[in-house]
């Protein structure tokens, strides 16, 4: 499974950024798609996530600001970030996971991208 990020960039706070996660090849047993971020000097946190049936979670601090959803006609992930804090600056990072039911957290999933750059100031 290759995943590829975009749509990173600079924006000031309160404002908006929408980043995309194009996945391909054998995304058969991929059960769960999700955006996880780092900060320098901080561990690698997970931010949303997607599984099969739709189901979504979230962590608290981007409750009612982001947004994850997928196109499955377009094999394409994407993260809806609104009302943006410069705490929400971090290295994004798209996953997947092969397993059912994993926690968010970044042990739990098996396939990464190479990460987009979120600067909010």
């Known amino acids: 499974v290759q995943l590829v990020e975009s749509g990173g960039g600079s924006a000031q706070a309160g404002g908006s950024l929408r980043l995309s996660c194009a996945v391909s090849g054998f995304t058969q047993n991929t059960y769960s798609l999700g955006w996880f971020r780092q900060a320098p000097g901080e561990e690698r946190e997970g931010v949303a996530d997607i599984d099969n049936t739709g189901h979504i979670r979230y962590v608290d601090s981007v409750k009612g600001r982001f947004t994850i959803s997928k196109v499955n006609a377009k094999n394409t992930l994407y993260l809806q970030m609104n009302s943006l804090k410069p705490e929400d600056t971090a290295m994004y990072y798209c996953?997947?996971?092969?397993?059912?039911?994993?926690?968010?957290?970044?042990?739990?999933?098996?396939?990464w991208g190479q990460g987009t750059q979120v600067t909010v100031s």
């Open positions: 996953a997947a996971a092969t397993s059912r039911w994993v926690p968010l957290r970044e042990a739990s999933f098996r396939y």
